[in-house]
């Protein structure tokens, strides 16, 4: 891998940033924004646990009225990003074959 993925993110984010590193012609600031990318998807999934763990995206204040959780907007905002930095790096065409990148 010429590219490692970051110590801190998630192993299914670790196995994502280690494909497009390798599969992908990047330069260093498309490296920047596939960091940003799995930063991003890391917190959506870690906003989904906790509104898993607290019963769902609603609950009851202490008039007992329901609103919606916290983590809701986070989750939303951190997929909102993920998605926008996906754009960004436009990886929509074919991998660079190994040969044409120098490997």
């Known amino acids: 891998m010429t590219h490692p993925a970051?110590?801190?993110l998630s192993p299914e984010s670790t196995e994502f940033?280690?494909?497009?590193?390798?599969?992908f012609e990047l330069e260093a600031h498309h490296l920047k924004l596939l960091r940003l990318a799995c930063e991003a998807w890391d917190r959506s999934q870690e906003a989904?646990?906790?509104?898993e763990e607290?019963?769902?995206?609603?609950?009851?204040?202490?008039?007992?009225?329901p609103r919606p959780?916290?983590?809701?907007?986070?989750?939303?905002?951190?997929r909102?990003?993920?998605?926008r930095i996906l754009r960004e790096l436009d990886l929509e065409g074919e991998p660079w074959p190994a040969k044409q990148r120098g490997r």
């Open 6 to 8: 970051p110590n801190h």
């Open 54 to 65: 607290a019963g769902g995206p609603v609950f009851s204040d202490r008039f007992g009225q």
């Open 48 to 51: 989904r646990e906790i509104i």
């Open 17 to 23: 940033y280690a494909h497009v590193a390798d599969n």
């Open 80 to 83: 909102s990003q993920f998605t």
């Open 69 to 78: 959780h916290p983590a809701v907007r986070i989750e939303a905002e951190s």
